[in-house]
């Protein structure tokens, strides 16, 4: 059983953790997404995104990076 060490889009979102969801988002969308668009993409509330956000970013499991107003959210492999 090689459960995580896939990304084939087999994988069940429902098996999936939250910030699991955001990182196969991100993988999905070049490493790096908007976070209004990851709101839009996963249903969740603002409130919601930008909490998991925060703690997956003090995790180093994703950078924030602060575009005028909006939030680009990339994976921590991707430099720019």
Known sequence: ????ATD???VDPALLSDEERVEQL????????????IVRET???DAKVSQLLSTMADEGRVEKLR???????S??????
Do not use: F, H, V, Y
């Open 1 to 4: 059983d090689d459960t995580g």
């Open 8 to 10: 084939d889009d087999g």
């Open 26 to 37: 991100l993988d999905r969308n070049g490493g790096r997404m908007k976070q209004a668009r």
């Open 43 to 45: 249903g969740w509330s």
């Open 67 to 73: 575009l005028g107003r909006e939030n680009l959210i």
């Open 75 to 80: 994976l921590p492999d991707e430099e720019p």
